[in-house]
């Protein structure tokens, strides 16, 4: 598995600020190598200048140095930009990545929330459907229960328990005695 470093937007910044301040600096020694030996101007107000054949020596041998000097300074100043150029590919190549990386964290960021919902939707509609199918049940079942009732004082009254004092409640109510009006009372009551 490749492992990938990420490096925030201010890091990209941080790194080009890094590459151009090492630049700037060695153009400025090489700026300050130029004035010190290629642009040098002698001074008229010097008295102790050597005769013009010595001083042409001397400004052959300076000049061979300094031609010297502007090679390796001129090869530092390639590699430099070289590096520069790699870096800039570099940075290019990180911020592509961290674009790429951006992009498909907002699909998965998208397609879960999406998920979400559907789930959501879902279980909402399977708890409508239970709670249909549970309040069909409860009727039913107090349809049953009503009816189951009704079987049973039918039946009582239709003289299924032969219980003497029920018989003579069927028979009328203007014999019946307090007792047996009681005991009528309390039976249809438990039913």
């Given at each position: 598995?490749?492992?990938?470093?990420?490096?925030?937007?201010?890091?990209?910044?941080?790194?080009?600020?890094?590459?151009?301040?090492?630049?700037?600096?060695?153009?400025?020694?090489?700026e300050q190598s130029c004035l010190d030996y290629v642009f040098q101007v002698p001074d008229?107000?010097?008295?102790?200048?050597?005769?013009?054949d010595a001083s042409l020596c001397q400004n052959a041998i300076v000049d061979a140095d300094?031609?010297?000097?502007?090679?390796?300074l001129r090869n530092e100043l390639t590699e430099v930009g070289e590096e520069n150029a790699?870096?800039?590919?570099?940075?290019?190549?990180?911020?592509?990545?961290?674009?790429?990386?951006?992009?498909?964290?907002?699909?998965?960021?998208?397609?879960?929330?999406?998920?979400?919902?559907?789930?959501?939707?879902?279980?909402?509609?399977?708890?409508?459907?239970?709670?249909?199918?549970?309040?069909?049940?409860?009727?039913?079942?107090?349809?049953?229960?009503?009816?189951?009732?009704?079987?049973?004082?039918?039946?009582?009254?239709?003289?299924?328990?032969?219980?003497?004092?029920?018989?003579?409640?069927?028979?009328?109510?203007?014999?019946?005695?307090?007792?047996?009006?009681?005991?009528?009372?309390?039976?249809?009551?438990?039913?």
């Amino acid at each position: 598995m490749q492992s990938f470093s990420i490096i925030p937007c201010g890091g990209v910044d941080i790194i080009r600020k890094k590459v151009q301040s090492d630049l700037d600096k060695k153009l400025a020694v090489w700026e300050q190598s130029c004035l010190d030996y290629v642009f040098q101007v002698p001074d008229p107000a010097r008295d102790d200048e050597p005769p013009v054949d010595a001083s042409l020596c001397q400004n052959a041998i300076v000049d061979a140095d300094l031609d010297a000097d502007l090679d390796l300074l001129r090869n530092e100043l390639t590699e430099v930009g070289e590096e520069n150029a790699a870096l800039n590919r570099e940075i290019q190549s990180l911020e592509g990545q961290s674009a790429s990386r951006d992009r498909c964290s907002a699909l998965v960021n998208a397609t879960l929330q999406q998920y979400d919902l559907n789930s959501y939707h879902e279980m909402f509609q399977e708890m409508v459907k239970t709670a249909s199918e549970l309040r069909m049940k409860v009727g039913k079942l107090q349809t049953e229960k009503m009816e189951e009732s009704e079987r049973l004082k039918i039946g009582w009254i239709n003289n299924e328990h032969r219980d003497p004092s029920v018989t003579e409640i069927r028979r009328g109510f203007c014999n019946a005695k307090l007792e047996d009006l009681e005991a009528f009372i309390a039976h249809m009551k438990n039913m």
